[in-house]
């Protein structure tokens, strides 16, 4: 999502810290925060790690950014959402995204890998109440899924915003890590007669099925025929 919060800061970079640092692999990280933003921009499926009762819990949930804030709604009564209201000064967590680019081939089982981009972001999560953040959370996380379509549906009534939760993460401490490119066999391997490759992995969308009971002269919107 576009646009930036009051407040929002003005260097290009995160700045790494231990738990954004990587341990392996560091030259795939990046703090750049435009790579950050379209990492997260594509996607808008997300899981959400916090610990409850001692134990991890991690739940995939859908998340939209609007500048430099992470948004997850859900019901009043999920865990997290309860958790993060009982909390003090909020419920910490780690949120994460990835996409996956392409499957890579090697000729040995121990260079198999992946070529993806992700996101990790660590913080505090709190509960949102203000009432104008809530409706710009809430028609952020529908523009996330499909663009444009909080301005064609109907809004959220008192009832069903009294029955949703809102918290909201700040990007502050946040890395991403990618990995592009081809095989990186070793090169005693090389002559092994086996395929070796990148298998390309793209998300589709297929063409838009029309609920049966919509009147027949409703066009199909703008937003679905460019997609």
């Known amino acids: 999502m576009q646009g930036s919060p009051p407040g929002s800061p003005a260097t290009t970079s995160y ?20 790579v950050v933003h379209a990492i997260l ?13 001692g134990a991890p819990v991690v739940l995939p949930t859908l998340y939209a950014r609007v ?19 009982r909390a003090d000064p909020g419920l910490a967590v780690c949120l994460t995204v990835t996409h996956v680019d392409g499957l890579v081939l090697a000729r040995s089982a121990f260079h198999h890998s992946m070529n993806y981009r992700s996101v990790v972001v660590h913080g505090i999560a709190r509960q949102v ?12 996380l529908v523009d996330q899924v499909v663009p444009g379509r909080s301005r064609d549906c109907r809004p959220a009534n008192a009832k069903e ?10 990007l502050e401490e946040v890395s991403a890590k990618m990995r592009a490119g081809g095989v990186n066999d070793e090169p005693e391997d ?9 298998i390309p992995v793209r998300t589709a969308h297929g063409t838009p099925l029309t609920d049966p009971r919509l009147p027949p002269a409703t066009p199909l919107p703008d937003y679905l025929t460019t997609r």
Do not use: K, N
């Not at 500048?67 to 209201?85: A, D, I, K, N, Q």
């Not at 915003?161 to 700040?170: E, H, M």
């Not at 090389?190 to 990148?198: E, T």
């Open 67 to 85: 500048g430099e804030r992470l948004y997850v709604h859900g019901s009043t009564g999920s865990r997290p959402l309860l958790m993060t209201g």
């Open 129 to 140: 109440t203000d009432p104008e953040e809530r409706r710009t959370a809430l028609d952020a």
């Open 41 to 53: 921009d594509e996607g808008s499926v997300c899981h959400l790690g916090f610990v409850r009762d």
């Open 15 to 34: 700045t790494p810290t231990d738990r954004t640092t990587p341990t392996r692999s560091a030259t795939q990280a990046s703090y750049d925060r435009e």
């Open 190 to 198: 090389l002559s092994l007669p086996h395929w070796a490759g990148v």
């Open 161 to 170: 915003l009294a029955a949703t939760s809102v918290i909201r993460l700040d």
